[in-house]
């Protein structure tokens, strides 16, 4: 899962844009990774420096230059290799509960800008204002040791990565996300994550895009939850094992 940044309309540096360059790091990290024994911080490092490639001419020290965040869970021979950069979640449902693996580090960043923003309504320019406010002052400490780490033009973000493995075992069903579908839980607090999978479960992810957007039209303006704009984002990935006789 790759959820590109937003920009707030600020310079980028660059003249391909985001879109373009969340499809260019989507596949050099799917073929990077066609071999099950590479590790995923590795793959992605090779991915982010196969795209930097591809455009030498745009400006890739702007500290707005393209980025995403990225989720990948990778079945293996008995076991589960994760990776998560940014706020797009890993979600895992076993027999003993639920495993949310994200990385919040933005959210420990900027707060009083972020707590400027919350206090306009959606969509009004005071927000938009506020926002890009937030964003510009985000991304002069992204990618760097104050601040918090992102998918962009250099391969040293894959080493920051939160990484790991668990045993087949250990995962029945597993979500892949953009946090503009996650926040339904962790931010709305309008489902469990039991609940989260029950949906996925009955009615797939197309059900659970719906759900988040009939909760936020409860509040288009922001008020109840604060956020950037009236409705992110959202995108999903559900995947289900047999299960197994006993």
Known sequence: MLDGLSTAGLDTGCRHGVPWYVAQLGGHLVAALADEGRGLADGLAEALDRVARQHPGCDLKNPGTPSATVAILREKSGAFDHLVLADSPVVLEGPTGITVLTDLRVDDVCQDLRAETERFQT???????????????????????????????????????????????????AAVMSDGVSRLVTEYQMAAWEDFFDVLREGGPAAMIHRVREVEATDPHGQRWPRYKAGDDAAIAFCQRPYEKA
Do not use: F, K, M
């Open 123 to 173: 969509g009004t320019p005071e927000h938009r204002e506020s926002v890009a406010r937030l964003v510009a002052a985000q991304r002069e400490i992204r990618n760097t040791d104050q601040g918090y780490w992102v998918a962009a033009s250099t391969p040293e973000a894959a080493s920051h990565a939160l990484t790991g493995t668990l045993d087949a075992a250990a995962v029945r069903s």
